[in-house]
């Protein structure tokens, strides 16, 4: 019998630090985990576009951590006798992970950050549906209307209007986005269904290994390795390969938390927040430091991205509190 969203909040769970000092709750976790992203999708982008590391470059790197992610788990909390089913699932959900951050990185590296991220950050759009169908969850009609403005924020994100003509086309790394979308949301919706089995930080371990199983044999080639040991050789490279990976792996553990403790759905659209962060602090940086993202900043742009951007944030705030 189906379930009211409503009513499956009202178990809250929190994360405890090894001290048993801190309480975290599932909210604030995922609205941690967005301003977090939101900083990850900017470092990523000036790793790329500043420091200038390829894509497939860096998603050997995101292998090599995601890997050491999952041996350090294993080895400090470890895993007990678990079915195969659940360790299938698990890995499951950072091989979708790991194919959807593979699209997301590659159209980062040729897209703005503020264009990409309010369609790379709209798969919780399609997680809430995945949510109705296949875990019950109910959807009202104020939620559905909420759902469609949301899309609209993300197709507006990926229109082109040509200089000198009225032609509108769509970003070229609109259909790579689209397919990362459907991925991640499988794979977030796969995740919600062993958070019953495993500890949050066991789950982030399953999706640490799933995404290694991805991205190091996608990327493991000799002249990708020569090019990455060249990188981090530079000491701004180590610092921003540094700061990307803490947040990655603060970002990853709010939300694997949030999503295992609280509802898939309100938690999916917490965490959509991110495209209007990415907005405001690209604006910041780029007026700021121009060359440092790449960002067109003229005014009809900027409404554009800005309009998507709360189109998106705010179809997901109606999810959450409808």
């Given amino acids: 019998m189906p379930t009211s969203r409503r009513n499956s909040h009202s ?21 941690l985990g967005a301003a977090l992203f939101a900083g990850l999708n900017i470092t990523d982008k000036v790793i790329m ?15 090599f951590q995601t890997l050491t992610t999952f041996v350090v788990i294993a080895v400090v909390i470890q895993y007990p006798s678990l079915p195969a089913e659940i360790w299938l699932k698990g890995i499951g959900v950072g091989i979708f992970w790991g194919f959807g951050a593979a699209l997301i990185l590659w159209s980062l590296s040729r897209d703005e950050v503020s264009r990409v991220t309010p369609i790379s950050q709209s798969y919780p759009l399609i997680t809430v549906i995945f949510a109705v169908v296949l875990l019950g969850e109910s959807l009202s009609v104020l939620e559905s209307v909420a759902v469609v403005l949301a899309a609209i924020g993300a197709i507006l994100a990926a229109l082109k209007f040509s200089r000198g003509s009225q032609s ?23 995740l919600k269904t062993i958070t019953d089995d495993v500890s949050f930080w066991q789950a982030l ?90 960002e067109t900043l003229s005014s009809r742009l900027m409404i554009q991205k800005l309009v998507a951007a709360v189109l998106v944030v705010t179809g997901l705030t109606i999810i959450a509190l409808a």
């Fill in 168 to 190: 509108i086309t769509l970003s070229g790394t609109f259909g790579y986005l689209l397919i990362a979308v459907f991925l991640i949301a499988i794979g977030q919706t796969l």
């Fill in 11 to 31: 178990s809250r769970s929190s994360f405890i630090t090894p001290k048993g000092s801190t309480r975290i709750d599932w909210t604030v976790a995922a609205l």
């Fill in 205 to 294: 371990g399953f999706r640490g290994a799933g995404m290694a199983i991805v991205l190091l044999p996608m990327n493991l080639r000799r002249e990708i390795t020569s090019e990455l040991l060249t990188f981090v050789r530079r000491p701004r490279a180590v610092v921003a390969l540094v700061i990307d990976v803490a947040l990655a792996t603060a970002a990853l553990s709010l939300i694997t938390f949030a999503i295992a403790t609280g509802p898939l759905s309100l938690t999916s659209a917490i965490s959509g927040s991110t495209p209007l962060i990415v907005f405001f602090a690209t604006v910041l940086l780029g007026k700021k430091f121009p060359q440092l993202l790449g």
């Fill in 49 to 63: 576009t500043t420091l200038g590391l390829r894509a497939r470059t860096f998603l050997l790197f995101i292998g």
